[in-house]
């Protein structure tokens, strides 16, 4: 049984325990929340920890198991899935004090860093030093290590380089009941028992909490040169998309927006944008110059056929004003009405264009103002719905529009989730995409990890 105790005893039993700064004191409302906050989504909790190293979490895990209270990881609280929300109480173990790069190997190609390192400066570092992490999630200036690889997050250069996941070697995590394990590690291979390692990745938090991962690095690119496509709808769009695969173009992204997204945002975008254009296509090429610059002569060749126009940035400086205003879209697109309730779904890169007209469809029999925009190259569409925060009934429009997407995703051979997770946004909806059978197999992992059922509740489910 869970153990009912009041907010100030399990605070004052843990900081006996981690010591007074371990533990939050005052008001833990930072961090009882994410981004599905703006549809209502918010927690409580009895406690909230922010360790300074892992066998402070190691302790808390192992104090909060024997009692039956439960665990909630956080990182950056950046998610869409509610994953990082206490949404059953008990005790938040924020991470945000573990931010130590414990090594570095330029030479080696190689770092390894804690939980709480935030995305951002792991890339600034790994960059200074002529090194490159791919994976590039949204809020990187928010987000940490420990809640991307915990979601297997994404971005719009997962279509060349993968997720977070592809670039893992290694993890430190605190199982229940409160025990610091290592696999993997600074090494590129290891096939000696079962992949533990993948396991915890995307895991979101209900197999263990990680404190700490090793990551292989490689060479920096010396360009990324991305081009512009701007077209009459979506069908235009998407046979560009298609023009740019089918001729063999190694781009390192390709992202979209559809009409909706765009008339949001194109006031902020940082060239001049046709009064016609009702799709837009983002694709970036990459690698030493000569051959960036190869593969942007290609790629503006191949995103010319049916476009209404096509921007090439010329500049450093105009290359970097495009990812900014594209790292902007979602707040843009939430400003519009004061929130959003946005889904990740994936379909075949085939069915991209019926998943995004149909998006749409969904939001008008919700009377919902509806967009989209994501990574096509991935077949990833952000699918949005606007809505008025203070508007009980328009969210739960929203939450009945959601349930159809997941329906249109599994119906076009894709997943209820690309990068965002299951959380508690989308629990009871993995039985949409798999057989019973499946669904058993992964409760019976979470109990082997897991057997009183206190990490992260409610969650991945």
């Known amino acids: 049984m869970r153990a009912d105790r009041t907010l100030s005893a399990v605070a004052r039993d843990l900081r006996a325990l981690l010591g007074d700064d371990a533990v939050v004191s005052g008001s833990t409302s930072a961090y009882l929340a994410d981004e599905t906050e703006t549809r209502g989504l918010r927690g409580y909790a009895q406690a909230v920890c922010v360790p300074s190293h ?3 979490v190691a302790s808390a895990v192992a104090w909060c198991y024997e009692r039956g209270i439960p665990i909630v990881a956080r990182g950056g609280g950046t998610g869409y899935a509610g994953g990082a929300v206490p949404v059953e109480g008990g005790v938040v173990v924020a991470l945000e004090r573990m931010a130590r790069v414990r090594s570095f190997d330029p030479s080696l190609w190689r770092i390894e860093a804690e939980a709480g390192v935030r995305t951002a400066d792991l890339r600034r570092v790994v960059r200074e030093n002529g090194l490159f992490f791919p994976p590039d999630p949204g809020a990187a200036e928010q987000s940490q290590i ?59 938090g209900t197999l263990g909490i990680v404190t700490a991962v090793w990551l292989k690095l490689i060479p920096a690119p010396e ?3 991305p081009v512009v496509g701007f077209y009459g709808g979506i069908g235009a769009g998407t046979a560009a998309i298609t023009a740019v695969l089918g001729n063999g173009i190694a781009a390192a992204a390709i992202e979209y927006l559809d009409a909706g997204a765009l008339d949001a945002t194109r006031g902020s975008f940082p060239a001049s944008v046709p009064d016609a254009a009702r799709f837009m296509v983002i694709a970036d090429a990459d690698g030493s110059a000569a051959e ?4 942007q002569g290609e790629l503006s060749e191949a995103l010319a056929d049916g476009a209404e126009s096509v921007y090439v940035p010329a500049s450093r400086a105009e290359v970097s004003a495009l990812w900014r205003w594209r790292d902007g879209v979602s707040l843009v697109v939430t400003a519009q009405r004061g929130g959003k309730v946005s889904e990740d779904i994936v379909v ?27 990574h096509a190259g991935d077949g990833n569409l952000h699918s949005t719905f606007m809505v008025n925060v203070h508007d009980d009934a328009e969210l739960v429009r929203a939450q009945a529009a959601a349930e159809e997407l997941f329906a249109l995703a599994v119906e076009l051979g894709g997943s209820i989730s690309g990068e965002h997770g ?3 946004v989308k629990r009871g909806q993995l039985a949409r995409q798999w057989a019973p059978r499946l669904l058993e197999i992964q409760t019976s992992v979470r109990a082997a990890f897991d057997p009183k059922g206190l990490m992260n509740p409610g969650k991945k489910r």
Do not use: M
């Open 223 to 225: 360009a990324s040169l």
């Open 348 to 374: 075949p890169l085939d069915r991209l264009g019926e998943a995004i007209k149909r998006t749409v469809e969904i939001g008008g029999r919700h009377a919902l103002p509806t967009c989209s925009w994501g």
């Open 292 to 295: 960036a610059a190869r593969l």
């Open 146 to 204: 420990g809640g991307n690889v915990a979601t297997n997050a994404g971005g719009p250069h997962t279509f060349k380089y993968g997720a977070t996941g592809a670039w893992v070697t290694g993890i430190e995590a605190v199982l229940a009941p409160g025990e610091l394990v290592r696999v993997g590690g600074p090494i590129r291979k290891d096939v000696a028992g079962y992949d533990l390692k993948d396991l915890l990745i995307g895991s979101e």
């Open 54 to 56: 892992p066998e402070q």
């Open 422 to 424: 299951i959380g508690w």
